[in-house]
């Protein structure tokens, strides 16, 4: 049983809900802005700022974020910054000097979905719809199309048992803000202002001097099997129970490194420290499961 996927099945909602939120593809989708510079407040256990520049419509995405957490009298910092191209999903952790980057998963997406025949792309598109609402409700989640505003900008939400709200500007990944409660953790993270006309300096987008984003080969491997196998499972008449009979082992992650189980559960190796990190570590991808633009 591989480790990375163990935790994926709660946050898949995010993936197949978003084709029930629009007519267009996830991956095909088009921001309101072509660029943008988003400034967030994060408060809670967790504190600190985080900046999301785009360009492009979306399609080049670099995340810089900085914060500091306090469980049990005890402070972590963390600092990191995200760089989305249509290729790759590059990831750099500034305090352990450590990077990795995966195939950006709506390029495997694409390619997966351009094989179908056009009864194969229709029965595709009408059971990840229908797979999305299952999943939701499966996991107790919801969502709600237009219903709320984030620095002025109308949000889809997206809600998952009763742990996580994420706000999505409309009909998009983009995430304006969002609220978990695990364990007695709670954290929010608010988009405070939305710069459409603000030039982005080439520095954002560029990576952390002094750190390499290596490639996880064994991920690479995992993520397209696994993109392969969704798409060759829902393009069938009997995709929805198809994949319900295949279990959670079959579902994409989206490229992203969930903690594993084992790291999180009670009476397992770790302090409690390390027990509530992990978890906290799993909430945070909440907002980054929906497709990369």
């Known amino acids: 049983m591989n480790k990375n996927l163990m935790l994926s099945v709660p946050f898949l909602g995010f993936f197949f809900a978003s084709f029930a939120l629009g007519s267009d593809l996830p991956w095909e989708k088009q921001l309101p802005f072509q660029q943008a510079t988003i400034q967030y407040d994060l408060k809670g256990n967790q504190q600190g700022r985080e900046t999301l520049y785009i360009k492009d419509s979306g399609k080049l995405q670099a995340k810089h974020h900085r914060s500091s957490m306090t469980i049990m009298g005890m402070t972590t910092k963390k600092e990191t910054i995200e760089l989305t191209d249509p290729d790759w999903v590059r990831s750099y952790d500034l305090v352990e000097h450590t990077g990795y980057k995966t195939t950006n998963p709506n390029k495997l997406y694409r390619a997966e979905y351009n094989k179908l025949n056009e009864a194969e792309k229709k029965y595709f598109e009408k059971n990840a719809k229908e797979l999305g609402s ?10 709600q199309e237009k219903g709320a505003t984030v620095a002025g900008y109308v949000c889809d939400v997206v809600t998952v048992g009763g742990l996580s709200t994420v706000y999505l500007l409309h009909d998009s ?9 695990v364990m007695g953790i709670n954290n929010t993270l608010t988009a405070t202002a939305v710069d459409t006309s603000t030039a982005i300096p080439a520095t954002a987008f560029m990576p952390p001097a002094g750190i390499s984003a290596a490639i996880d080969q064994e991920q690479e491997t995992i993520l397209a099997e696994t993109i392969t196998r969704v798409v060759a499972t829902l393009k069938r008449p009997d995709g ?51 497709p990369q633009q």
């Open 134 to 143: 299952s999943m939701q409700a499966q996991f107790g989640g919801s969502v």
């Open 173 to 181: 990944d983009i995430v304006l803000g969002s609220e978990t409660s």
């Open 240 to 290: 929805v129970e198809a994949m319900k009979k295949m279990g959670p082992l079959s579902m994409p992650n989206n490229g992203m490194r969930v903690p594993a189980m084992e790291n999180i559960l009670p009476g397992k190796e770790g302090t409690q420290q390390d027990m509530i990190q992990e978890m906290h570590k799993g909430m945070d991808l909440l907002k980054q499961m929906m």
